[in-house]
């Protein structure tokens, strides 16, 4: 059934998310913070036996210099610099292994996905552990130092992620005038963050984006991972408006705001876990070029194969590809 | 937490599952039935846009020479005679898009991809209609005609596996001496099924097998699709006896009986829709050399990545790939 | 708890489904090429053991002049023509056994019990097939040949509906102009097609009424059988289009913008698996005479032996019982 | 699946509930105490339209002389002693409608129908209330007043039994040599304290009996009714001893060791209401003939109209009906 | 999730519960006939090994004169007449140990914490016996009694409260001037009762009060104890009217309206058992100086340790503690 | 329902637990690294308005020297020596509020609350953070850095345990010869670590204990938080014996070995979060003087009040309080 609004709605949806006075200026610090630790890429061939592509175990530096992993993947013998996709997992994930998820490379990209810290417990593992401590927290990640900007979590996740961007276009293979990012739930909301934080990309796909509308989201679904907010407020109920203040320094609305690259977005209608309200909030708001796909009858797996071949439509008309 | 007998325990188990006396007559006669049908290949490329890999539409002559539909991919320009893999998928899937499932071929295999008749509600698409009426049933194929060999469902799908073995081999890129076949779930019992009755594969993978030990899959778990069995039975309770008599020519127990090839099979202690005694049961009894890997931390997804690695593991072995 | 609108709403509520331009048309020709088969009615008592009741095992022609079962039930001895109450099953049901349901026939009706084809696995047992394939499918029957509207197994059912007010006709013991026709969810749907497509009924009870409205039924509950339509476009998604365009023939609204009996229907305002403002999509539109009764507090089962008495009340004045 | 051990192990069971010592002068007290109230029945015949049976309103004087209901229904226009059937129904019913429920009386029968005292919330109506106060208890009956033997609500329900019987036997059409009862769950457990507390009644039949065995039963299953034992002593744990102590005085363990008429039983391998084991607790001690059905793919409802015609046939057997 | 309106809603929320004409008049007179038995009150000291506290073990005379326990609680050596709560107690629960709920004399004030007749089931014991029968019922305390005002089991608990407030003010212990009440969901209900039927209570403390818009709280949640309502009624849906008619005299919203002693109350936006809309009824129509503490992302437990401390300081502040 | 051994089973039951050979020297290591750090003891008092106890807010540090917060509370006034409990809390809480937690200082013990670094999302608050990164990590505290026990979380927690026992003894008002350790759940798993670590303590109280025979608590049930750990094995299912190494060191039956001190247990046998086989592994193997109680009916609630009854007369015994 229908999780949210229905779709003439959602079109009309505004968010009543807040944009921080100094947002800029936090992610600004962050990012030249991060930028004072050399990127350090190292790029090692893995032997996968795969016949058609070829396997690299990419490090590079992330938030505070930490080794952050990742794959980069590319068609076999290529060397000439490609367009390129740079992408993010869902929450949970993690690269996984040098063997999975070829489709990007096989359709002639160069493909770059990057690991997650500290996740890697749900559909794929990780290699990256996430160098922090944290104050009292409910189980996951959304809630990982949420008592101030500077500890969250998704700081750190999000600096990983333009890190990552500045990583691939470091690489010879990659041509850096033609790099988008993509990725599907938090993957899609690393996206919206990239897309918002990095001034020249040439594409954005978020599918099912997470981490968008907090506001909203925290109260209009009872499915993980937004309820993990739930838990952590309901005990620590005289944090709430701190949490909220933390939050609204991480969310996609105001990313999707100073965005500027052409941007495919997805949302699916019976999706409880990122509801397309939450969705539309971001797309909304978004100020470069948008299209949107609506799946009326699907939950958070969105358009699944459909939205591949979505994505793959979108990056070759953006990143010229062929 | 296990669903199940613990793994030393599984070891010993001896299902109860019957060998009917006219098995081996009554499948000879459904294949010679079968063969009266020209196999009718049609082989038409694909233009997926993908620069690695080349796939093809496949289109054969399944039970009661149905058209049944089918992927072949290969390493983009292969022509010679490849190592082959037949794939097999699990219950409500179909054979899906063409730019999906990308690894065997990326490994350098012919890999094709049978569809399932009727099915493809659930996690892929088919494209391929079962052409038969049922006598009153459960929601579901599990059921569907069960009540006579003749009319049952599956009697349908084996005779389509057979037939796609056969459809591969008579393919030029095709190395008709090695071909594997695979599958996950209901793909892994239309793979021993397979191997029971094609006396000359090279190799058999069957992952979380489903199909197996009829007796007590219906009533160890309540979980899907096996619990389609206690649905129906549980009205149609008079016709106890009568289906289980139709399943027991159905059951991947009396197929590895009859088995030679070399076989990888995997089981998962905490797998309530093929709990793992049903696996064994198959196990057990399989009659050609054999080894079973056991995750005891798993469900039905057994070792995934890890059982797509021992996957290729066992066909670059046994089809002498590379 | 309430699963839909509050009754002042419903009332008004209006439904989106569409009247297609050649539905008369279709109906036309399905019923037209259903006559060409002669009903074939065979009629044979059955020893039951009931000494108020006579039951008779009775087998028409249905779609295609395929045999469909029915039980027939009379006061013991009655031969003159009696009003007559034609019911059809909910989903999962048949006609079940020979000495169930007896409170119509006791009430001194004429009680012809149409089977239910490839149905019965839920709560009856039934004894007909269907004979007909399908394309991909969800497990049930509501996706089961949706692709078109030649192919979908409610143009079998509907045509057997249909179907079985004339055998009834044909039997001396039914008086013909005295002839209703009842059914509780699927059964509901069913009597409301019948109400549509035979032009000449005395009375139409139609209680909690399934297959209404399927553009809001299939977005406003998780529940079954209407998810059924929900889990086949959740992968199937590019066949949205389609697949309503097939159910547009088949919705009991539709039928009854067409209807002219009289009618009763209840609806339950906690029912989450024909939610209620899908029954009042029918009701609102409904063009005869009619009455409706909304249960507050119950769910699917609606007045369950209220509406029983509801049910004989209606028949009793518009069959002119007694 | 199954709830409980399997057939070969269910015949060999022994419960481990005592048998009070003080069990027989417990219960011919109690129903001495009864016999000081006179039975007090009326019988008031009720229009219920219907044509082949007629049905009567009686009252008669129950536990402590309160008036309980029943419906007595029988084929039209009889007046002579008929064999008789006294039913007792399931847990949350009550007598329900004068119109529902006519199987018995079609099949020849007299048939009694007593109603359930403060029951009738769930599938039927009651008609009559229990006049007694009750100690702190679990919400449902099964606690209600277990501090003590006393005071305990089953005490009370078991006289309306025996009473019941008595009532019965009272009335012209009933034939007092050949009445027999019957139920389903509680009426089965009804059934089996009638059958050890009244030495002459011809014949029992008691479907999925509850309120056996409560030692096991309170332990091995999480599904209510018996579950309400488990949520009073998980709060009133220090009453643990004391509560077993009372339920040992309206065991069907004990009272089957103390029944001579013949006995027909079913029980079903998947029923998480009264598991398999309970019942055949009570039917491996039962003192009389006897015999069991299993129903091995069946939940709580047992056989339904497959244990309605095992009825039919056993009554027609003792009760030597035509 | 929310489960019921936003806040701002909550606000203008009026509920369509209706103030009976003769509601003081069956008041009155039940209090009247409740003062005709002396209130017999007694006290005896605890042994409980507690150095800080003194416990005793109350006994006064409530509804029809019936014995209803109590503990009373000072700190240590306490004789002065203390500032004094009267405690009422959740759903399913009793007065428990003479141990527990220790913060309320701790604090310094006297501790009246009144035993619920017959609960007792869940999460603390109770004492006290509920001496009454009951018609037709379903499980559970909200419907004990319902056909009619007199015979309700409410009406016994409410007037159980009020002498309870009056067994309090005769012990020299108490400062009867300076007595207020307080519970948390069924206790809060009581509360706004005992509000509403005693003139002089100096505070009242309902938090997510239970007892409250019945014909709201009856069709917006499927959460026990409100669902007992819809339970019954599904069951007895032609007593609905007369149901409705006995619930106007308990409802919270008719008590508030009445009440004039400062009351402070707290609601929480994702209580299911007590929607927030419900509790925001009895808040938007209290009559007295009134304040309310919104939770947002909590459920039943409301703000747990925080309405401790909202009520420590209600407290110290009405009824002029220290 | 049971969800272990019968009680005669789990008297005899072994676990298969390791007892790694460097255990000793590990935890030795551990603590004599801790020790370099002072235990820099604050108390300060609190304003909570308690009349009766004095509460203090007390900080020490813990592993790695890291300020750990904690509660002490005494009767008022109090000075001397006295008999002291150290208490740790359940999974997912933290030392809650000053005014919480009142019954071991009001029966005249001191009493020491420590807070649980990191915790405190469920059922109370925390005020320490945990200083310290993890690898990938399942939600929860249950896999954090159990890649290592050199980085595991419970080396931190029960490091703090044992540092905690030794900062309430450098209070004037304790007693350092006559302190207990107790807790629920978590806390019974920290209070065995304790009396495996600390070789002097006076009494030892593991209410329900979790962190008990690991290698079966994994697999026997799916509740949480054990089941964290098949969260995080069936993803890193290669890690598997790396993890069961880690937990070796950290497993209650390990520490039970070691004990000394007279210990109080209670188990229940419904409790699926801590099931009563593990909770025996741990006393079946403990050393020291012990006695268990087994709740038959309860989960892991265990005995709640009763079980704080017990804890105080087992404190009373061994501490040898007035």
């Not at 229905?6 to 100094?22: G, H, I, M, T």
Request: charged content about 20%; glycine content about 10%; some cysteine.
């Amino acid at each position: 059934m229908y999780t949210d609004l229905p779709e003439a709605d959602l079109r009309r949806y505004v968010s009543e998310q807040v944009d921080p006075a100094d947002f800029d200026a936090f992610w600004a610090e962050t990012l030249t913070d991060a930028a004072t630790h050399d990127l350090n890429v190292t790029v090692i061939p893995v032997d996968t036996g795969l016949a058609t592509l070829d396997v690299f175990d990419v490090t590079f530096a992330g938030f505070a210099g930490q080794p952050i992993k990742a794959w980069l993947r590319v068609p076999a013998g290529a060397t000439e610099p490609l367009p390129t996709i740079v992408q993010f997992h869902g929450y949970g994930r993690g690269r996984g292994q040098s063997y999975e998820n070829l489709l990007w490379a096989s359709a002639g990209f160069a493909h770059f996905e990057m690991d997650l810290r500290g996740q890697g417990w749900g559909g794929s593992t990780s290699d990256t552990p996430d160098e922090a401590g944290s104050g009292p927290q409910a189980p996951g990640f959304l809630t990982r130092g949420v008592d101030s900007k500077e500890t969250y979590y998704f700081r750190r996740l999000y600096t990983d992620a333009v890190r990552a961007v500045e990583a691939a276009r470091s690489l010879d293979v990659v041509d850096a005038a033609r790099v988008g990012v993509m990725g599907v739930s938090q993957g899609g909301g690393l996206a919206l963050a990239a897309a918002g934080l990095v001034p020249d990309l040439a594409a954005v796909v978020a599918r099912v984006p997470f981490l968008c509308d907090f506001p909203r989201a925290s109260v209009i679904t009872d499915a993980h991972p937004y309820r993990e907010l739930g838990i952590y407020l309901s005990t620590n109920r005289l944090n709430t408006a701190r949490a909220h203040d933390t939050l609204s320094y991480f969310d996609g609305v105001n990313f999707a705001k100073r965005a500027r690259a052409p941007m495919t977005m997805t949302a699916a209608l019976m999706d409880p876990i990122c509801p397309p309200s939450t969705v539309f909030a971001a797309y909304n708001n978004y100020a470069g070029p948008k299209q949107i796909t609506v799946w009326p009858y699907n939950g958070h797996e969105g358009g699944a194969w459909e939205d591949d071949a979505l994505t793959l439509t979108a990056f070759r008309e953006h990143l010229r590809q062929g």
